[in-house]
């Protein structure tokens, strides 16, 4: 599928890269982006062949959030113009929010490279990852107290679940930027790379994954693990039994015991 402002390849490991691809303006976020985004994760989603998602963006930029040259000129942040019915009355499902939460909920496994600055929404992006890898070059700047709004693109949700509460007020209430080392010393980031290997890591980490876990388990893990953090004890509890039963039924659970006993690699089928 082709695109105007993200780059999409697909190698013969079911590794997607996913590249957020507007240079002209420092790969700030736009409606049209969104939209894009939304629709490849959702291919990624269907697609049983697609095995990790690796998102990036272009040049030495994360991505720079909206677009704050047109929130200047016109003295306000930026919605959709006419939104859907749909889009007013569940507004979770729209713009950036929808490519936040599309990105939490993908059954598959998703890694941030963070080669640059991710500012504003960009933290929201990062944060829908799974895991986040960042360049030595790479900044966050979770700036939107700074300029007079609160994160509305899930961020704020999903910020105390990463880095705890207390960590996530200090760091949204000040509108700070940090360092690639001090996102990580607050948990933000899982590993600070050299620019020049920011890519093969994360390749790297996606092979880790495809290569030692069945796709379904490693979907059913993901999904348990978020409902866990998402509904409580006991809700997570029955979830992660029922998806304990479907797992434990495949051939590719039999196939770990097997490759185990027979000291081998596995090969997975998928099912």
């Known amino acids: 599928m082709s ?15 996913v590249t957020i691809h507007d240079p002209l303006a420092r790969n700030a976020v736009n409606w049209v982006m969104n939209g894009e985004l939304v629709s490849e994760f959702a291919r990624i989603e269907s697609d049983s062949n697609a095995r990790a998602l690796i998102l990036t963006g272009s040049g030495t930029i994360f991505c720079s959030g909206g677009n704050i040259k047109r929130m200047t000129a016109e003295g306000k942040s930026l919605e959709p113009p006419n939104p859907s019915l749909r889009e007013e009355l569940f507004p979770h499902e729209a713009d950036i929010r929808k ?19 991710a500012i504003g929404s960009g933290i929201g992006i990062a944060a829908g990852c799974d895991i986040r890898i960042a360049s030595t070059q790479s900044r966050f700047g979770w700036v939107f107290t700074r300029r007079g709004i609160v994160p509305d693109d899930a961020s704020l949700a999903l910020m105390p679940q990463i880095i705890g509460y207390s960590r996530a007020y200090e760091w ?15 948990g933000f980031v899982n590993e600070v790379v050299e620019p020049d290997r920011l890519m093969a890591h994360c390749r790297a980490l996606a092979m880790e994954i495809i290569e030692n876990v069945p ?57």
């Open 172 to 186: 949204g209430v000040t509108g700070r930027t940090l360092s690639a080392d001090q996102a990580r010393e607050i």
């Open 215 to 271: 796709p379904l388990t490693a979907q059913a893990f993901k999904l348990a693990l978020s409902e866990a953090i998402e509904r409580g004890l006991e809700d997570g509890v029955r979830f992660a039994e029922r998806a304990q039963r479907v797992v434990r039924e495949t051939n590719d659970h039999a196939e770990a015991l097997r490759a185990y006993a027979e000291k081998r690699k596995p090969v997975w089928q998928g099912r």
């Open 99 to 117: 490519v936040v939460i599309d990105l939490r909920r993908l059954s598959k496994p998703a890694i941030a490279a963070v080669n640059g600055p």
């Open 3 to 17: 695109y105007q402002f993200i780059q999409t390849e697909q190698d013969e490991h079911g590794i997607v890269v």
